[in-house]
């Protein structure tokens, strides 16, 4: 009989013990760092010989791989000449009042929002609508080297 209680007693603390790796291993898993904090780095966006005469939309995308775990990110910015007519600027084509993607019109010169029919200028500004704030506006550069227009992302 004492035997048989041995067993069972073992048996319990067995079982309990792979229930508690179980869950520190869970709990072990939901601690892992999911996406490190992005760094901003200069990323090509475009070649100076590619601008047009109006704002040239790109998409920049990334995937970053942590071991088992992988992320992908990715934005939509708008290339153009800044208002000095040397420098380049690149804005976010998120819309600052409730993140739609903005597009460019060339028929108003605008960038215009489809959701609130939010409307901005060639640089940026609020001309109508409930936008609360500017486009948001990415550092850019020209690098002399290679002719490529780089945002900082
Ligand atoms: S999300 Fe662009 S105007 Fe509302």
């Not at 071991?67 to 939509?76: A, D, K, L, P």
Request: charged share 25%; net charge positive; with cysteine.
């Amino acid at each position: 009989m004492d035997d048989r209680r041995g067993f069972l007693g073992r048996f319990v603390a067995a079982g309990a013990a792979l229930i508690g790796a179980g869950l520190a291993g869970i709990a072990g898993l939901a601690s892992v760092p999911r996406a490190q904090g992005q760094v901003k780095r200069w990323r090509k966006a475009a070649s100076m010989f590619d601008l047009g005469n109006k704002p040239m939309m790109v998409v920049l995308a990334e995937r970053h791989q942590d071991g088992w775990y992988e992320t992908r990110r990715q934005t939509v910015v708008f290339i153009d000449k800044d208002e000095s007519g040397n420098g380049y600027r690149a804005l976010s084509a998120t819309c600052t009042h409730l993140g739609c993607g903005v597009s460019w019109d060339d028929a108003k010169s605008r960038f215009v929002c489809p959701c609130h029919a939010g409307t901005f200028d060639r640089g940026g500004n609020v001309v109508s609508g409930p936008p609360p704030r500017p486009m948001d506006r990415l550092e850019a550069r020209l690098n002399d080297a290679t002719g490529d227009i780089e945002v900082q992302w």
